[in-house]
């Protein structure tokens, strides 16, 4: 193999059809196991049907981005800065 350039394998932009049939087969057997969700999360305790929906939520709802605030008060006295901000 020449150092640097690439001299086998798949073309640029052609897909993987390994990764893809994979893919597929995990699709398909999630596909299977969705249909029977609602009766498995019957059959668990409470403390473990909670553990589970809260691990699967993840893939059915967006990530909420932690908020910061930031206090900011008007100085009395007249000077350059007319404004502190307090970031505690």
């Given at each position: ?12 932009g052609t ?74």
């Open positions: 193999m020449a150092t640097g350039k690439k001299t086998g394998g798949r073309k640029a897909p993987n059809k390994l990764t893809f049939e994979t893919r597929q087969l995990l699709v398909n057997a999630l596909a299977d196991e969705f249909e029977q969700l609602p009766e498995l999360l019957k059959e668990l305790q409470p403390a473990e049907r909670i553990d589970a929906i809260c691990k699967l939520s993840k893939f059915a709802l967006p990530a909420v981005a932690p908020v910061s605030i930031v206090k900011v008060e008007r100085v009395e006295k007249p000077s350059d800065d007319m404004f502190a901000v307090d970031l505690n």
